[in-house]
């Protein structure tokens, strides 16, 4: 950290030119700090980890899901990214992603609308649903599909939701990256899902940056954190 006195230098700037980085022969002697995208009280960090940690979206339907994830883990039938189903009251709305046998899934109404075969575990990995441009893709192998996503109930986050029975499925022992919802009318970002650290009481778990709110576990396992950005 560069100096004037006693004081830290935060930024420098040639001419109206923000200086990103300056070195001194090749020594690094300064490096901007990047914004945080936090508020005052959370601090951003690459991932969480959860096994059997979860949260609520709040949200039940979108145009487009975003997400960066790495499986750790799979359970012995199926693992859930996100999801919330109405299979268990026979009614059949389904709204999830979810893995198994080296294949990923994307259950949108009544019955499976597109699969990818590829190897996940271990493995950073970008997912892609939209719904309007229907394409279904994993670092960059793409599905086509129709369909919406419709159910009822509100899409837990590594784990399904139950909808109506109060109880969860298909856990997922992952390293989440990034999650982001689009809305179903406007395209606009629905939920944007930040992986954090507050530092009020190192709770570990999910800032999302619409609505302002901060999400830790909603069971009784806790996320565990990565390295701080």
Same mark, same amino acid.
Do not use: C, H, P
């Given at each position: 950290m560069l100096k004037?006195?006693?004081? %830290?230098?935060?930024?420098?700037?040639?001419?109206?030119?923000? =200086?990103?980085? +300056?070195?001194? *022969?090749?020594?690094?002697? @300064? $490096?901007?700090?990047?914004p945080s995208r936090l508020p005052e009280g959370y601090t951003e960090v690459e991932y969480i980890q959860g096994n059997g940690a979860w949260v609520d979206s709040e949200l039940s339907v979108f145009t487009r899901v975003e997400a960066v994830f790495e499986p750790t883990a799979l359970s012995a039938n199926s693992s859930c990214l996100f999801g919330a189903s109405d299979f268990y009251l026979n009614s059949?709305?389904?709204?999830?992603?979810?893995?198994?046998?080296? /294949? =990923?899934?994307? %259950?949108?109404?009544?019955?499976?609308t597109a699969s990818i075969a590829m190897p996940l575990l271990n493995q950073k990995? $970008?997912?892609? +649903?939209?719904?309007?441009?229907? #394409? @279904?893709? #994993?670092?960059? /192998?793409?599905?086509? @599909?129709? *369909?919406? +996503?419709?159910?009822? *109930?509100?899409?837990?986050?590594?784990? *399904?939701?139950?909808?109506?029975?109060?109880?969860? @499925?298909?856990?997922?022992? +992952?390293?989440?990256?990034?999650l982001k919802f689009y809305t179903r009318t406007s395209r606009g970002i629905a939920r944007d899902f930040i992986p954090c650290i507050r530092n009020s009481d190192g709770e570990v778990g999910l800032y999302e940056a619409v609505k302002n709110k901060f999400h830790a576990s909603s069971a009784t396992v806790k996320f565990t954190a990565g390295p701080p950005v």
């Open positions: 004037l006195r006693t004081q %830290d230098i935060s930024a420098l700037y040639l001419g109206e030119t923000k =200086i990103k980085r +300056a070195y001194l *022969g090749e020594t690094l002697v @300064f $490096e901007g700090s990047k059949r709305q389904d709204t999830s992603v979810t893995m198994s046998s080296g /294949t =990923i899934w994307l %259950d949108l109404g009544k019955s499976t990995s $970008e997912l892609i +649903a939209d719904t309007v441009d229907g #394409i @279904f893709s #994993i670092n960059g /192998t793409e599905k086509t @599909f129709t *369909g919406k +996503a419709s159910s009822n *109930g509100s899409m837990y986050v590594l784990y *399904g939701n139950k909808t109506g029975s109060g109880t969860t @499925f298909r856990k997922l022992s +992952a390293k989440l990256y990034s």
